[in-house]
């Protein structure tokens, strides 16, 4: 009973997201793979976006696509582009925010959550003043930029009694889906191999010696340390580490690690431009990975027991197209921030606990990984992975 009912309700997220097409919406196993909760009729999840840069605009298209989900604030650092936001999705001037007023946000009950939508150096802290306004959060992925920050951020929201989600678009993604089913219920037998990579050229690497840029432009802060934690590790490559885990259902127990190639030393003094690295699973698969900002790569292949599953493109907004030994994958394009905002209001609103693949434990997870992969990296040695 309890699985039909997540069926239909995954099935109906698809319909109304979806173009009609012959393709199918989800695979069979999604409700089970997604963990999807109960909706609640009628009602949404009041949420202010903070930080109204790139992303922030897909996630507005997401709310107003939302069936669960309602555009009902504003935190942002440029009043000009209040106004613009305001007008254009007719938010209430009482529901907008600086940095500076955003705690005030306490004392406005049309808003029940903050997603942030800021450079990684700015998640920890407010999630923190999200989580004392008492609202509940959604953060964007990198959780933060040390594993200390995401256990700061865990203990705040559990403090203040509210639920902390990461924003991992792609648990409720249908190819996404498929391919954890794949991996995790052995569809081709155990998974010994996977190859993954995500990377965009970010920059004229023929121009790179006459390409002016000021590191300290707002602009540029993927370029800092201090507000981005890494390079394309921190922003693409945790798409491999996420995709690895969620295929295989099990935590790296090592990693080893390599930096490079560098193209350009000047832009990329305080982060890596490229890093590859392996991670050896408890079930004895090896998933090798690559992320740069020198090139663009898309895809994902596994190696299995008794066939290969592979997507291309594979990680990025899609669409995503892929084949296995049994032959092509493909899916209805969803809206990908619609269902992510969906499946996480419909939790909330019926009062239940998120589940914990979307959760600050599994954004905590990531920064684990991460921080082991820069320290092989760093210092040429095999690193575990801290439990
Ligand atoms: P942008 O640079 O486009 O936007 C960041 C916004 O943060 C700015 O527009 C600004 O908004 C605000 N901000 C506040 N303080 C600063 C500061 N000191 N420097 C720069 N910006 C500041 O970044 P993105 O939207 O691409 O990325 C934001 C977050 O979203 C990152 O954590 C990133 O990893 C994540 N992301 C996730 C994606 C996904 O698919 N899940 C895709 C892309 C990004 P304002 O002008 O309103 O103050």
């Known amino acids: 009973m309890e ?3 997540r069926r239909t309700f995954l099935a109906q997220l698809g319909l109304t997201l979806t173009a009609a097409s012959v393709l199918p919406d989800f695979p069979a196993v999604a409700g089970k793979a997604a963990g999807i909760l109960h909706p609640t009729a009628g009602k949404k999840l009041n949420i202010a976006l903070c930080g109204l840069g790139n992303y922030a605009g897909a996630l507005a298209e997401g709310l107003m696509a939302s069936q669960y989900c309602r555009l009902a604030g504003l935190v942002t650092g440029h009043p000009a582009k209040a106004h ?18 955003f705690d005030s946000i306490a004392r406005n009950p049309d808003i029940d959550a903050v997603y942030i939508v800021l450079p990684n150096g700015l998640h920890k802290e407010f999630t923190i003043r999200a989580a004392k306004a008492g ?18 951020m865990i203990t705040a929201c559990k403090l203040a009694g509210v639920q902390l989600a990461i924003g991992y678009r792609l648990h409720f993604e249908p190819t996404h889906l498929e391919i954890k089913h794949f991996g995790q219920d052995r569809v081709f037998g155990q998974v010994r191999m996977i190859d993954a990579s995500l990377s965009y050229q970010t920059y004229d ?3 790179a010696e006459k390409t002016t840029f000021n590191i300290n432009d707002d602009a540029e802060w993927r370029l800092r340390k201090t507000m981005a934690g890494g390079g394309p590790l921190m922003d693409l490559g945790i798409y491999c580490i996420q995709a690895s885990r969620y295929v ?3 935590e790296p127990l090592s990693v080893t690690a390599q930096f490079g190639p560098v193209h350009n030393k000047v832009r990329f003094s305080q982060v890596e431009e490229s890093i590859s690295w392996q991670m050896v699973f ?8 690559m992320t740069s900002c020198g090139f663009n790569i898309d895809r994902f292949y596994a190696a299995a027991d008794e066939g290969y599953f592979e997507l291309s493109p594979a990680l990025s907004y899609g669409p995503f197209e892929g084949k296995s030994s049994r032959g092509p994958i493909k ?3 969803i809206n990908q921030q619609a269902a992510q905002l969906d499946h996480i209001g419909a939790s909330i609103l019926a009062g239940e606990k998120l589940p914990d693949h979307i959760t600050g434990k599994e954004g905590l997870k990531d920064l684990r990984v991460i921080e082991a992969i820069y320290e092989a990296a760093r210092s040429g040695k095999k690193i575990q992975v801290s439990a």
């Open 135 to 152: 609202k509940h959060v959604i953060c964007e992925k990198p959780m933060a930029i040390s594993v200390n920050e995401c256990l700061e």
């Open 331 to 333: 899916f209805k394009v």
């Open 282 to 289: 408890p079930g004895g698969a090896v998933s090798t990975c």
């Open 205 to 207: 690497l023929t121009k």
């Open 84 to 101: 613009e936001w305001r007008l254009k999705y007719g938010i209430p001037e009482k529901n907008v925010y600086s940095y500076e007023n």
């Open 248 to 250: 295989l259902g099990e």
């Open 3 to 5: 699985d039909l009912s």
